[in-house]
């Protein structure tokens, strides 16, 4: 059932704007991370990487599948729609690995990353706060200011 | 399999259990759930359950008519430590059918148990029963994964065991931020598999692999191998080189995988290969396509073979998959006999 955020997305995927807001990728303040490319990310979110450079494990987050953070995520770091991704996790889960965990909020990520060693998530710039420090600036093409609400405490 | 457990191993085993149950924060920590084709997962423990379950009817042209349980699958992953994973995959395999069935013990094996400790971020080594590296559809054989009933001949036990025992040490690199996948490993089957009551499996082997990204959307890989059978001990050993391809984009795939097989003796060497397509039709139905080529002496018999398949997939949910196809060729009847395949195989 698509909702009218996600119809309001895809217009915007649709006529891309010449402007381009990021996503900002965040880890606890306590998870190291140097020398972050969108490689790395991929491999991290794509769970092809599992431990990090202090040998701990990745928790890769991700907001729910309609949320047009995650959509816009999705298409910008893996150029693929997250429909698009489900065989990749069905080769997977055979493997023995799932997809990252689902928070249901901004808000929820910002807290299971900072309760969490290990724990990456992604929000927008008008989210962030002292809780998190930003690992990854990933500029999008599309325009996210509307999906800018603080989220809820 | 609790009876091969030393009390000492229990013991390990359950103080690594009660620590993972502590490893999150109470306050974030994630409640267990069941997602359809996903397992159930414990995120506190990082654990997860599943499997997946094959039944197919083949209508071949010569032998008999055959519906059966193909497979039974159940995964168990857990990893009690960072560095740490448990990967278990117990198997019943080819136990019911109308034309012979098998006593649920024998049907029953550890179809993959094996660890892997994660030295580092890029470097992996596994222990254990694992798929032989060799291509594409050895390592993602199961049926809820592949587009077709029937196997491609390069790809068939016969030519390779599908599972090694031993040691494979994986690293990864980064070439112009493409990944490249290299794995070496070692296997003694003969004295390791003490799980499998099959005949097909390695006496011992040794190769490697490679698996490069050339896009976001094609990956090339090479395998070599070289083994011995276990029912064959005493014969020459085998040298097997082989090269796949994979492009998938916007539910388009073309994939092609060819081996060469070499021994000195009496086993003789074939060449093969497969090439398939795949075409999106309309309302998660997709249309398979692929050509088979197999010549030289396969399991000890001559054989100069040519299949053809043609077929449907109709995937109407993620982890569920109904296929139909026909199987067709020239000098195929002894080792790929042509008529119609079907199955339904799904995740659970």
Redesign the interface.
Request: proline letters at 5%.
């Given at each position: 059932m698509m909702n009218m955020r996600t119809l309001v997305l895809w217009a915007l995927m649709a006529c891309p704007p010449a402007y381009a807001d990021d996503i900002l990728v965040i880890t606890g303040t306590g998870t190291p991370f140097t020398n972050a490319?969108?490689?790395r990310l991929e491999?991290i979110f794509l769970r092809?990487?599992?431990?990090?450079?202090d040998?701990?494990?990745w928790i890769p987050l991700n907001l729910n599948p309609d949320n047009p953070i995650r959509q816009a995520f999705s298409d910008t770091l893996?150029?693929?729609h997250i429909d698009?991704l489900?065989?990749y996790?069905?080769?997977q889960?055979?493997?023995?690995?799932?997809?990252p965990?689902v928070?249901a909020s901004v808000e929820a990520m910002l807290?299971?990353v900072?309760?969490?060693r290990?724990?990456i998530g992604y929000i927008l710039p008008c989210h962030l706060d002292e809780r998190v420090q930003v690992v990854f600036k990933l500029p999008t093409p599309y325009t996210l200011k509307p999906y800018c609400q603080k989220p809820a405490q | 399999m609790v009876k091969f457990l030393h009390p000492g191993i229990t013991l390990l085993l359950l103080m690594l259990w009660q620590s993972t149950w502590h490893a999150?924060?109470a306050?974030?920590s994630?409640p267990p759930s069941y997602h359809w084709?996903?397992?159930i997962?414990w995120?506190d423990a990082?654990f997860?359950l599943?499997g997946?379950v094959n039944v197919s009817y083949q209508h071949p042209e010569k032998p008999a008519n055959q519906l059966k349980l193909d497979e039974l699958s159940l995964?168990l992953?857990w990893?009690p430590h960072?560095?740490i994973?448990f990967?278990s995959e117990i198997e019943v395999d080819d136990w019911l059918s109308t034309r012979q069935s098998d006593s649920f013990s024998h049907a029953l094996r550890a179809e993959r148990l094996y660890v892997d400790l994660?030295a580092?971020?890029?470097t992996t080594v596994r222990l254990g029963k694992f798929l032989t590296p060799i291509g594409r559809w050895n390592i993602?054989h199961?049926a809820?994964?592949i587009w077709t009933t029937t196997r491609p001949l390069v790809t068939d036990e016969t030519l390779f065991s599908p599972h090694l025992n031993g040691i494979m040490l994986t690293q990864?690199f980064?070439l112009n931020?493409?990944?490249l996948d290299v794995s070496i490993y070692s296997d003694h089957s003969a004295r390791l598999d003490i799980f499998d009551s099959s005949t097909t499996g390695f006496g011992s082997a040794f190769g490697g692999r490679v698996n490069f990204e050339l896009s976001?959307t094609s990956q090339i890989g090479l395998s070599f191998i070289d083994f011995n059978t276990e029912v064959s001990p005493n014969a020459d050993r085998n040298d097997l080189l082989g090269v796949d391809f994979l492009w998938?984009k916007?539910?388009y795939e073309v994939s092609a995988e060819a081996i060469y097989r070499h021994a000195s003796d009496s086993q003789g060497q074939e060449q093969g290969f497969y090439l398939q397509g795949i075409a999106p039709l309309a309302g998660h139905v997709f249309a398979i396509g692929r050509y088979e080529y197999l010549n030289g002496t396969h399991h000890f018999i001559t054989t100069d073979t040519h299949v053809g398949v043609a077929g449907l997939a109709w995937r109407p949910f993620?982890?569920l998959v109904f296929k139909v196809e026909y199987r067709f060729g020239a000098q195929n009847e002894p080792i790929a006999p042509s008529g119609f395949f079907t199955s339904i195989s799904m995740?659970f």
């Open positions: 490319t969108s490689k491999n092809k990487t599992l431990l990090n450079e040998g701990i494990r893996f150029h693929r698009a489900e065989s996790w069905n080769e889960y055979f493997q023995g690995i799932t997809p965990y928070v807290r299971f900072t309760g969490t290990g724990a | 999150s924060w306050d974030t994630i084709g996903r397992g997962s995120p990082d997860n599943g997946y995964f992953t990893s960072h560095r994973r990967f994660l580092s971020e890029t993602i199961a809820p994964l990864r980064q931020e493409h990944n976001e998938k916007d539910s993620v982890p995740f």
